[in-house]
């Protein structure tokens, strides 16, 4: 009886032991094969897939025929499709439609049930911090740069909130930088207003305060507009894109993701005319004509590129360290100011009340303009910085008077005097809010 008891524990503990050894290879199976496949993009336009014979470069597990098979829209079967992968799994996004096509085994099964159709023609999916979004695009006689994201569990795209969104405009060239989307050279655009306008520079979209930025390019190489910018590419570090207008000579523009300064590589190139697009890591390949495949490494040609601008945010250059460490000196000023106003105040109110100083001048002269809206060749003249032609040094002195104007202000009566803000007519220009 007891030697029974005693085997009975016995074989209880080898399968045990047995069943924890099954579990433990299977997660190291499964970590191994979800590791080996690195993050990769691959854009093509399904009908013409017949034009490529060579399909080696595709990942482990990804065929022609599932690119073949991805399923189609009677509506519009000619959309370009997106494939991405997540914890080993291969997505299809189609161009113009909500489906979420994920593989299963032998197919491909949408995970979106309904039949909504042309709202983001154009938008850009992708994958960030596991969870998959899209960005932009057109529908209904706009462009529109609306980031949605998907919900596994409600099976639905939920619009993500964000402030100072740019009305009618989206871009093809958008690059992540971490939480970060870059957005170029797009287009403003819509109907119902007869606008139709490039943007010569482009914005920011910081996904952790889901606020976008205005970008500016010191100096700007597309000083005639943005061209005719095509075929983009989003690498590890670098954003790619093509400009035939520009410059004469075949090439890549390319934006390096960790310094943010803009480069040209002059490289002849016939990426435009490839059915397919595919990126992982910093390696770009498309197909040629006659079918041969051309792989383009961005990290072995960097000695090639020419310097030929740098990308900032605002009126400042755009270093994420500083400007994190930045963005915490400013919350630490308005706590002091917070709590300390009214010890400011006494601190401005020295020597027997204001004295008439520049500042308090400048404050006499935009009193009288209470309520207005200000351009920014209003605000110059009041500012008296107008005589300078050094364009830089008057935006930098701008910027100092309008911050020593609001601190002073704000001392006195708890708000800013002066609020900057986008032109409603022209997203470009910025005007200036009078309280």
């Not at 080996?36 to 691959?42: D, K, V």
């Not at 119902?192 to 979209?205: D, I, N, R, V, W």
């Not at 004469?248 to 993701?257: H, I, M, N, R, T």
């Not at 960790?258 to 005319?273: D, I, M, Q």
Request: proline share 4%; hydrophobic share 40%.
């Amino acid at each position: 009886m007891t030697f029974g008891v005693k085997s009975k524990g016995l074989c209880q503990g080898i399968f045990n032991f047995w069943l924890r050894t099954q579990i433990i290879v299977s997660l190291i199976l499964v970590s191994a094969n979800v590791q080996g496949q690195s993050p990769f993009r691959l854009i093509f336009q399904q009908e013409r897939l017949g034009e490529v014979s060579d399909f080696s470069f595709l990942p482990q597990g990804l065929t022609y025929d599932m690119l073949a098979g991805v399923p189609a829209d009677g509506r519009n079967n000619h959309n370009r499709v997106t494939i991405l992968s997540h914890n080993g799994t291969f997505y299809a996004f189609r161009d113009c439609f909500f489906d979420v096509n994920v593989w299963r085994d032998t197919a491909w099964v949408n995970l979106y049930p309904w039949k909504l159709y042309g709202y983001n023609c154009l938008s850009r999916p992708m994958l960030i911090g596991g969870q998959f979004y899209s960005l932009g695009g057109y529908g209904f006689y706009r462009r529109h740069s609306e980031l949605i994201s998907w919900s596994p569990g409600e099976r639905r795209w939920n619009i993500v909130p964000v402030a100072n969104l740019p009305d009618d405009y989206s871009s093809a060239v958008i690059g992540q930088v971490g939480d970060t989307i870059i957005s170029l050279f797009g287009t403003y655009l819509n109907e119902s207003k007869s606008l139709l306008t490039t943007e010569p520079y482009g914005f920011l979209l910081d996904l952790k305060n889901r606020q976008w930025r205005p970008l500016v390019i010191r100096p700007n190489p597309f000083v005639d507009g943005k061209g005719n910018l095509s075929t983009p590419a989003d690498l590890n570090d670098y954003l790619v894109f093509e400009n035939h207008t520009v410059r004469p000579a075949s090439g890549f523009y390319v934006l390096d993701k960790k310094t943010f300064r803009l480069y040209f590589w002059e490289k002849h190139n016939l990426l435009e005319k490839s059915p397919i697009v595919f990126s992982q890591g910093n390696t770009l390949i498309y197909s040629r004509p006659g079918s041969r495949l051309a792989y383009v490494d961005f990290s072995l040609g960097r000695e090639e590129f020419e310097h030929i601008g740098e990308i900032r945010i605002a009126e400042n250059v755009f270093n994420p360290f500083i400007a994190a460490t930045g963005g915490l000196l400013v919350l630490g000023a308005l706590g002091v100011l917070f709590f300390n106003r009214q010890k400011l105040f006494r601190l401005f109110k020295a020597k027997n009340g204001f004295d008439p100083d520049l500042i308090d001048l400048m404050l006499s002269r935009l009193s009288k303009h209470s309520g207005k809206t200000l351009q920014v060749d209003e605000l110059d003249l009041i500012l008296e910085i107008n005589q300078f032609q050094n364009l830089d040094y008057r935006r930098v002195r701008r910027s100092k008077l309008i911050g020593d104007i609001n601190l002073r202000f704000k001392a006195a009566y708890g708000r800013e005097l002066i609020a900057r803000q986008r032109n409603q007519n022209d997203k470009r220009l910025m005007e200036y809010a009078i309280s």
